[in-house]
């Protein structure tokens, strides 16, 4: 089975530019969630889906973050335009509906760099 | 609210020595605590997780977690470490009572030596 899988792994981009980031998450999970770690932090949850619908964005940092999940399938982040501030390693991870005691399956990252 | 507080950025050991990351969790009501590594170049890989039941969880690698009500804890522990585990350990938990958001602690690196 494939896991959660991210595109791309890295990307370095000039402050201004957008960039969207990519999950396809494991098939048959509908929830679908981002995560953002900056450099040495904690890892901070930015939204939920559950298929096509935001179930929680409260940890969208502000506008110029963008997240869809169109059809239910995969989904995009888009940062636009970027700030320094947002370098930092974006996961996605992937759950199966209906089980709260059901570990999350997360991807590699993106790593994103803004200069 | 819910929170998790790794003390440690760094933990140091001598391969075959026992290895303990700690973790302290707050949250408003029961916990799911899980734990998650993340070895070089690599995503987030679940290593174990405490639902309800037995406070000693048993997991991938080796690994072992006790969740200890009291102090609020959820320590990880290997009795017999191997260079190959070293890496980024990051505890996360979930109130049961709330959706599916995890909190993460900010992570702490385990480094093996030979």
């Known amino acids: 089975e494939a896991g959660v899988t991210q595109f791309p792994s890295h990307s370095v981009i000039e402050k201004g530019q957008t960039v969207t980031l990519r999950c396809d998450p494991i098939s048959g999970h509908d929830n679908l969630y981002w995560y953002r770690r900056v450099m040495g932090k904690e890892i901070k949850f930015l939204l939920h889906?559950?298929?096509?619908?935001?179930?929680?964005e409260s940890g969208m940092p502000n506008n110029r973050f963008l997240a869809e999940r169109t059809g239910g399938t995969y989904s995009t982040l888009k940062v636009q335009p970027a700030e320094l501030e947002d370098s930092g390693v974006y996961f996605c991870?992937?759950?199966?509906?209906?089980?709260?005691?059901?570990?999350?399956?997360f991807g590699q990252g993106t790593r994103l760099t803004v200069v | 609210a819910q929170s998790v507080a790794q003390p440690e950025d760094q933990v140091n050991v001598a391969e075959g020595n026992p290895l303990t990351v700690k973790c302290t969790y707050s949250?408003?009501?029961?916990?799911?605590l899980f734990w998650y590594v993340q070895y070089p170049n690599r995503g987030l890989q679940f290593l174990l997780k405490?639902?309800?039941?037995?406070?000693l969880v048993k997991g991938s690698y080796g690994f072992e977690a006790e969740f200890n009500k009291s102090q609020t804890s959820f320590h990880l522990k290997k009795p017999s470490a191997l260079v190959s585990d070293s890496a980024l350990y990051f505890c996360?938990?979930?109130?049961?009572?709330?959706?599916?958001?995890?909190?993460f602690g900010a992570g702490t690196t385990v480094t093996v030596r030979a």
């Open positions: 996360a938990v979930r109130d049961m009572s709330d959706d599916y958001k995890l909190s």
């Open positions: 889906f559950v298929k096509e619908s935001k179930q929680d």
């Open positions: 949250v408003s009501g029961n916990p799911y």
């Open positions: 991870a992937s759950s199966p509906r209906g089980a709260l005691n059901t570990e999350a399956f």
């Open positions: 405490y639902i309800t039941g037995d406070n």
